[in-house]
């Protein structure tokens, strides 16, 4: 599949939380770093993740904040 997002980052599952309707999922990128990404609960059973899964971070976003003391 090809894609128009640019940031595409591959990375492994290494822990969901699931709630009610949504499920916070972190991913370890190749680098060490994690990044924590939340979808709904069914997205999450629909891409069947799990502790391991490899998946391909896409981030598409108009702002980015940051913040100093």
Known sequence: MRLSTRNQLDGTVVSITLGEAMAVVKIR????DVVTSSITRDAAEDL??????PV??????T???????
């Open 48 to 53: 069947g993740l799990a502790d391991g899964t």
């Open 29 to 32: 990128l190749g680098g060490g």
């Open 63 to 69: 702002e980015v904040a940051l913040g100093v003391e």
């Open 56 to 61: 391909k971070v896409l981030i598409k976003s």
